[in-house]
Every structure is written in structure tokens, then in C-alpha cells.
């Protein structure tokens, strides 16, 4: 089987790293629109047998839902920053 794996954190805690450059609202927009450009392009892929999204973030579960993905609900998010 050929699969994919996505990963997605909470938008709300994506991009710290940026905390001193951007607003909270910004990094949420940044990290919302790139979460936008890799589901258009998770949905172009065609060689993959099984999409899995690895998340606790509600939207992106019901996003995963839509597309009839797996979802592996992650329990605790550990972030590297």
C-alpha cells in the first residue's frame, strides 16, 4: 500500500518561531494558507492508495472527514519550539 501522511497541528499554536516578526493572527492566516496549498496539492496526488491526516484539530478533522481521509487522532501535541 502506498500512503500519505499529513500531518497538522492547531493553527492557533502554528508558526512560533515567527512570534517576534508576526501577529498571532498573522501566523494563524500564514499557517492557514499553507495548510490550504498542501490539501490542493494532497488532492492532485494520484498514485497514493491511502491519505492519512495526524491531527487533534477539529477543522482540519472535519476537512479530512470531506475527503474521506484516515484520521489518526493525535492525543498530545508536542511542539518543537
Same mark, same amino acid.
Given at each position: +500500500?502506498?500512503? =500519505?501522511? !499529513?500531518?497538522?497541528? $492547531? =493553527? ?6 515567527? +512570534? ?9 492566516? =500564514?499557517?492557514?494558507? +499553507? !495548510?490550504? $496549498? ?22 482540519? +478533522?472535519? !476537512? ?18
Amino acid at each position: +500500500m502506498r500512503a =500519505l501522511l !499529513l500531518p497538522v497541528k $492547531d =493553527l492557533h499554536n502554528a508558526k512560533k518561531r515567527l +512570534m517576534g516578526v508576526l501577529t498571532p493572527e498573522e501566523r494563524f492566516a =500564514l499557517a492557514g494558507a +499553507m !495548510l490550504a $496549498d498542501t490539501v490542493r496539492a494532497v488532492r492532485g496526488v494520484r498514485w497514493v492508495d491511502k491519505i492519512f491526516v495526524v491531527t487533534n484539530y477539529e477543522p482540519v +478533522m472535519q !476537512l479530512a472527514e470531506q475527503g474521506r481521509w484516515e484520521i489518526l487522532r493525535e492525543e498530545q501535541q508536542i511542539s518543537e519550539y
